[in-house]
T-cell receptor
Framework: GAGVSQTPSNKVTEKGKYVELRCDPI?????LYWYRQSLGQGPEFLIYFQGTGAADDSGLPNDRFFAVRPEGSVSTLKIQRTERGDSAVYLCASSLAPRLGGDTQYFGPGTRLTVL | QKEVEQNSGPLSVPEGAIASLNCTYSDRGSQSFFWYRQYSGKSPELIMF????GDKEDGRFTAQLNKASQYVSLLIRDSQPSDSATYLCAVRRGSQGNLIFGKGTKLSVKP
């Protein structure tokens, strides 16, 4: 079956511009996560959705970052006034509803964002 | 102190040997523990999860958890060159969904 898909695969933008990154989770997965990964680092949590609502947005670094999931499926991560430090691979993952142990987060291929 | 710590490596082992990857975590409230493999330029893929003290085996992989020592390890038996990748340790607190990852250990298996 289809896995997690993310678009675009690569995005190059200029400092100060606005970008949107899209994630299409596995069908039936109610939980959706955004992470970002810088070179040589592990993925860093940004935000987690359970259904349409953000269950935990404590990882968003500042108010330039925002994410939505209006119909409980596709999610969009929005970054305003991009900065060079935002350059990273943005990973989306989805899973069935979390429970204690046992659930698997399936990662998409990521969007590589480069801010010039 | 980082929440999840791993030796970044590289760890080099000969083909057929046992590779031992280690991870420590700081939050005693962590309840679920995961090992992901990440090939260069690719996204992480789950190898194993463990949430009870002791060992859990799956094929050539064994995860070990010691909550008292806040220590998780992954053993890879009969290492193959195709096992060469970065191995990420991740922990999760209770019922929350997000994972906290270490920096990863780069493993190189030499033919």
């Amino acid at each position: 079956g289809a896995g997690v898909s993310q678009t675009p695969s690569n995005k190059v933008t200029e400092k100060g511009k606005y970008v949107e990154l899209r994630c299409d989770p596995i069908s039936g997965h109610t939980a959706l996560y955004w992470y970002r990964q810088s070179l040589g680092q592990g993925p860093e949590f940004l935000i987690y959705f359970q259904g349409t609502g953000a269950a935990d947005d404590s990882g968003l670094p500042n108010d330039r970052f925002f994410a939505v999931r209006p119909e409980g499926s596709v999610s969009t991560l929005k970054i305003q006034r991009t900065e060079r430090g935002d350059s990273a691979v943005y990973l989306c993952a989805s899973s069935l509803a979390p429970r204690l142990g046992g659930d698997t987060q399936y990662f998409g291929p990521g969007t590589r964002l480069t801010v010039l | 102190q980082k929440e999840v710590e791993q030796n970044s490596g590289p760890l080099s082992v000969p083909e057929g040997a046992i590779a031992s990857l280690n991870c420590t975590y700081s939050d005693r409230g962590s309840q679920s523990f995961f090992w992901y493999r990440q090939y260069s330029g690719k996204s992480p893929e789950l190898i194993m999860f463990i949430y009870s003290n002791g060992d859990k085996e799956d094929g050539r992989f064994t995860a070990q958890l010691n909550k008292a020592s806040q220590y998780v390890s992954l053993l890879i038996r009969d290492s193959q060159p195709s096992d060469s990748a970065t191995y990420l340790c991740a922990v999760r607190r209770g019922s929350q969904g997000n994972l906290i990852f270490g920096k990863g250990t780069k493993l190189s298996v030499k033919p």
